[in-house]
């Protein structure tokens, strides 16, 4: 994924209201008015949500008669899980050291004598 893609796709997310509806868009498509439903915000202004989140590829809308429905687009999701799993290994071999770290001073007393075992 570009840089700029992933950036758009953060920043999509980096919303409340745009979170949740792409948790709600999880369990399946849903019209705007449907979406607009548990927030305190008139449609246009949860269009303007979904053009954000369109536009960063994690939803597509369709026309259906006289709705628009939308649907998640799972790949700029898999996307950004993939880029976040690089630099898993990364944290987890630093909470490595540092629980061994811990594990180790633990042992020792602010005077660096042993603690005795109990």
Same mark, same amino acid.
């Given at each position: 994924?570009? +840089? ?12 409340? =209201? ?73 944290? +987890? ?10 594990? =180790? ?14």
């Amino acid at each position: 994924m570009r +840089e700029d893609d992933l950036n758009q796709v953060f920043a999509a997310l980096a919303d409340p =209201t745009r979170r949740a509806i792409v948790a709600r868009l999880a369990s399946g498509e849903a019209t705007v008015n449907e979406l607009a439903e548990p927030f305190e915000m008139t449609q246009p202004s949860i269009s303007k949500h979904l053009k954000v989140l369109e536009r960063a590829g994690l939803i597509s809308r369709s026309r259906a008669a006289q709705t628009r429905p939308c649907r998640l687009e799972p790949a700029a999701l898999s996307e950004v899980a993939n880029w976040v799993d690089a630099y898993r290994s990364l944290w +987890e071999a630093s909470f490595d050291r540092l629980d061994a770290f811990l594990k =180790t001073t633990a042992k020792i007393t602010p005077k660096g004598k042993k603690h005795a075992a109990k």
